[in-house]
């Protein structure tokens, strides 16, 4: 397997995944909240620069198709869980954002299997979006009565986006768990 650009930037994301956690997790005040800030940016970053790069330059492979999805879950996911930890975000609502993850990996799963292609749709891309706003806030977590309202406004969007994207990527795609090969 020939190791393009997109390929390396994403197993770059993965590698950046577990320095973001110990940063993260270290929680000595601002210098190691910022690193973590800056590691979880960065891979966020190479999540959008390996897309693109991919789909421009036609360099779109299994590989890619496969890790690059894997590699946005667990850094999404491992931020989450680290922010439960750190008494910043509520269990319950990381339960809800990653049962969407593991159901929508399902429903790839089967439509692979059936020789069906589920694209990403608006509302996953929203969806996405927001958690990386939320995940980067809720990381830096400045004081005052208005950082609160915002870190409580975006996980609050970021729950009703992922909702909404995991509804609308049933009623879209219903047809796969009705369908067989």
Known sequence: MEMNLPNKLTILR???????????????GFTTELTAL?????ASLTDF????????Y??????????DPLADKLLVCSAMICLIELGRLPAWIVI???ARE??????????SDNGIVIAASYW??????????????????????VFFWLEQILIYVSLILTIVSLLDYIMKNKQVLTEQK
């Open 14 to 28: 993965v590698i950046m995944i577990p320095f973001f956690v110990v940063f993260l997790l270290m929680n000595k």
């Open 38 to 42: 800056v590691l979880f940016a960065a």
């Open 49 to 56: 620069f390996d897309g693109y790069i991919a789909r421009k």
């Open 58 to 67: 036609n360099l779109v492979t299994n590989f890619g198709k496969f890790m």
């Open 96 to 98: 809800i954002i990653i």
């Open 102 to 111: 593991f159901i929508i990996s399902g429903f790839r799963l089967v439509a």
């Open 124 to 145: 996953g891309k929203f969806k996405t979006v927001s958690q990386m706003f939320m995940i980067m806030l809720l990381i830096i977590h400045p004081e005052g009565t």
